[in-house]
């Protein structure tokens, strides 16, 4: 599916991609390929070049009252697109806007792949079409930037099934997370290795990758550690980090219920209709239009539809099987279901970092800290932050500074 881009005008925008059009032969536009190869690239093309001194005026908005870092490296803005793999093994294509600060002399640098917390599942709610001017879902563009103006080659994808009218967001599908962070990774160093004539910077992949994200992001950064060895052996996976983490779905549907009907169609898309069975799990009221409310809603307006507290939404039964840990005797295929996407825990041992705010009310802090404790005990060495006023939304920009310096820490 081709897709319209919606790209933010920052100050300068125009003079400085007329310039960098002027100055810089990139080839083709457009290049295409029939390989369906994991990681491989279907189209590569320019975007925007940011200078450091606007670099630090267009995030003021995403750090707000948090330390906001001095930007070091002007970045390049391209996008790219290339082959996945789906939540059950078969290729589909994937979109990414990926981002390269810009030397004169030849450099390593850790690849960094980030995924959004929730956004909504239909096609309108890709975050790389996010216009936070308008509707704020987290100054995703701007945060990516910020990294690579440290000198950190980061690469931003949408989750698979946003740009595809055929499916819908694989949300919280463990194998598409882990699958797209993993290739997402791929095709940067193919980028590199096939294309580096169409890069106007020096900086070249270093051996490290990290995989990090935001909410729902954090799950699947953890789900990448977990498939790292197994679906993609040659990427070396330094680390994974997670920002205000949902990392056990579960968790996630007794918390903060109205997450729950983008769960429920995702994974009824996955498993049939036969294993997600609408009418045991939502009360009737919400079942006639509840496909088309949650294809139709991105974050900002379901949060205001659905009701965050199950009572309201939930089936008596399930509720109760919910709430009083009889998923298993009650909703045993549901729960196997749930049980096959949580994350981290497969034993990687990987290290971790997870930045929590004490005032997250969708993952709450003792949830997260009895998750930490099954990921160490599974063998991670991970780094726990709790920080003191932070939202969920806020642990991003509050935890900036600890998140680089962990990925140049994991990454040497």
């Known amino acids: 599916m081709k897709r319209k881009m919606i790209l933010p005008i920052y100050p300068g925008f125009l003079v400085v991609a007329a310039l960098i059009a002027t100055l810089i032969s990139f080839g083709p536009a457009v290049t295409e390929t029939h390989a369906t190869e994991a990681g491989s690239i279907i189209e590569f093309v320019f975007e925007e070049r940011v200078e450091p001194a606007e670099i630090a005026v267009v995030t003021v908005p995403l750090f707000e009252h948090f330390e906001h870092p001095e930007p070091q490296y002007t970045v390049d803005v391209f996008s790219l697109r290339f082959w996945s793999r789906d939540a059950d093994g078969s290729p589909i294509e994937a979109y990414s806007t990926v981002y390269v600060p810009v030397v004169d002399t030849e450099n390593d640098a850790p690849v960094f792949s980030f995924l959004s917390g929730t956004t909504g599942v239909g096609n309108q709610c890709a975050p790389s079409l996010e216009q936070p001017e308008i509707i704020r879902w987290g100054w995703y563009r701007q945060n990516m930037i910020a990294y690579a103006g440290q000198g950190i080659i980061t690469v931003f994808p949408d989750y698979l099934g946003f740009n595809n009218d055929d499916v819908p967001q694989r949300y919280f599908s463990a194998a598409a997370e882990g699958h797209l962070m993993l290739d997402s990774l791929r095709a940067v160093r193919r980028l590199f290795e096939e294309r580096a004539g169409e890069i106007p910077s020096a900086i070249r992949p270093g051996p490290g990758n990290v995989t990090a994200g935001y909410s729902q992001g954090g799950h699947a950064a953890l789900a990448a550690a977990d498939m790292n060895?197994?679906?993609?052996?040659?990427?070396?996976?330094?680390?994974?980090?997670?920002?205000?983490?949902?990392?056990?779905?579960?968790?996630?549907?007794?918390?903060?219920?109205?997450?729950?009907?983008?769960?429920?169609?995702?994974?009824?898309?996955?498993?049939?209709?036969?294993?997600?069975?609408?009418?045991?799990?939502?009360?009737?009221?919400?079942?006639?239009?509840?496909?088309?409310?949650?294809?139709?809603?991105?974050?900002?307006?379901?949060?205001?539809?659905?009701?965050?507290?199950?009572?309201?939404?939930?089936?008596?039964?399930f509720y109760d099987a919910l709430h009083n840990n009889r998923l298993q005797r009650d909703f045993p295929r549901l729960k196997a279901i749930l049980d096959e996407n949580e994350t981290g825990l497969s034993g990687h041992g990987k290290p971790v970092l997870m930045i929590q705010g004490n005032q997250d009310i969708i993952i709450t802090n003792p949830e997260q800290r009895r998750y930490v404790e099954r990921l160490r005990a599974s063998g991670s060495d991970v780094e726990y932050v709790e920080m003191e006023g932070v939202r969920h939304r806020h642990t991003r920009p509050a935890g900036f500074a600890r998140s680089v310096e962990f990925i140049r820490r994991v990454t040497e």
């Open 229 to 317: 060895l197994e679906y993609a052996p040659e990427i070396q996976l330094s680390g994974a980090i997670g920002f205000g983490s949902t990392n056990n779905v579960e968790t996630l549907m007794r918390e903060a219920a109205y997450y729950t009907p983008y769960i429920l169609l995702s994974y009824r898309s996955i498993y049939g209709a036969d294993a997600i069975d609408y009418s045991r799990l939502i009360q009737p009221g919400w079942i006639p239009t509840l496909e088309e409310d949650v294809m139709r809603m991105c974050v900002d307006e379901f949060q205001l539809y659905f009701p965050f507290d199950g009572r309201d939404l939930y089936t008596p039964e």
